[in-house]
């Protein structure tokens, strides 16, 4: 069945960085546009970025525009989030996802000095 394991999430102080995985797997992953949520505590699930299946075309909310950078390797059904100057407000559990499929269990990034 479609699965998404994220991973690479952690602890990392204001201003740092963090790169976030997500291994795909029971769908054609090189045919399917990929995206990024995130959610908070008491929030609703926020979209974040996306890539196009060739990976030649991403967007991004504009809270993360110029800081988080999309991108894919569809030789290894996996797409990646790199994240800079994270502040406290990108605290949150991340999650990747295509048009199919459910959620995965997320992977929690926590900005905090």
């Known amino acids: 069945q479609v699965q998404f394991v994220e991973s690479g999430g952690g602890l990392v102080q204001p201003g740092g960085s963090l790169r976030l995985s997500c291994a795909a797997s029971?769908?054609?992953?090189?045919?399917?546009?990929m995206n990024w949520y995130r959610r908070t505590p008491g929030k609703e699930r926020e979209w974040v970025a996306v890539i196009s299946s060739t990976g030649g075309s991403t967007n991004y909310a504009d809270s993360v525009k110029g800081r988080f950078t999309i991108s894919r390797d569809n030789a290894k059904n996996t797409v990646f989030l790199q994240m800079t100057s994270l502040s406290p407000e990108d605290t949150a559990v991340y999650y990747c996802k295509a048009s199919i499929g459910g959620w995965g269990q997320g992977t929690q990034v926590t900005v905090s000095s």
């Open positions: 029971g769908f054609t992953f090189s045919r399917y546009t």
